[in-house]
């Protein structure tokens, strides 16, 4: 163990590679999820003929607090997800100062009146979806001149209370981001309706991707990543698996 390690209160692994049973809530074996998430990336990424290193691991870590962040940052990862500005704002400025390397991702849904910190905070932003946000974002990278990388969350299930522009109306906020406010779109993500199977959403999402020219594709889950990586997923969301179940949220 790394004499910098702090102690986590996490329960010591059995030395077998084993995961404990039922670990409660926060108490997770966090450096033995992340090995199976990552060897479960490799498996797929093989499976179907792809270069792992294609396939960024992004660790969602929304409402896990920073001494259960700290056993995945001792164990080499550097991407983290998060879901909520407030709670990213409170959690991350000190986990970077003793991990400078960190990229943080935005997953979450976004309201326009938090493109300023979101702006400051964050490396790559998945949750576009809308004209007005596209407006304030391009307000904040121009003041700030920080550069997010941006997704746009398409909503294939056309779910009315989730996020995301609708398929068919993809093509005219890409348009209207790139002529009316000059943002720079990298990729697509997608969330599919937890009751369907998710095969038919990340390929409708792939075809959008690969009919735009965006190269990231934010696709899967702890549940279903295996699937997403078969079907050309670049970015994977994966927090359950490597965190435990969360507490629900009051
Ligand atoms: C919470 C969340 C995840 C991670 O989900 P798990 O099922 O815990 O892996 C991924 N993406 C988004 C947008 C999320 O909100």
Known sequence: MDDQAIDTNAPAADGMGHRAEKPPVGQAD???GLAEVRAAIAQAAEDNERDP???QLVAVSKTVPAEGILPALEA?????GENYVQES???WPALRDRYPDVELHLVGPLQSNKAREAVALFDVIHSLDRLSL??????E????GRTPKLLIQVNTGAEPQKGGVLPDQLATLLAECRQTHGLAIQGLMCIPPAEDPPSGHFALLARLAKEHNLPILSMGMSADFPAAIQLGATHVRVGTAIFGARRPKV
């Not at 080499?76 to 983290?80: A, D, E, I």
């Not at 596209?134 to 307000?139: I, P, S, V």
């Open 141 to 144: 990278i121009a003041r700030s």
């Open 76 to 80: 080499g990862q550097r991407v983290f």
């Open 89 to 91: 704002t409170a959690k």
């Open 30 to 32: 966090v450096a033995a």
């Open 134 to 139: 596209a407006a304030a974002l391009a307000k």
């Open 53 to 55: 290193a294609e396939i």
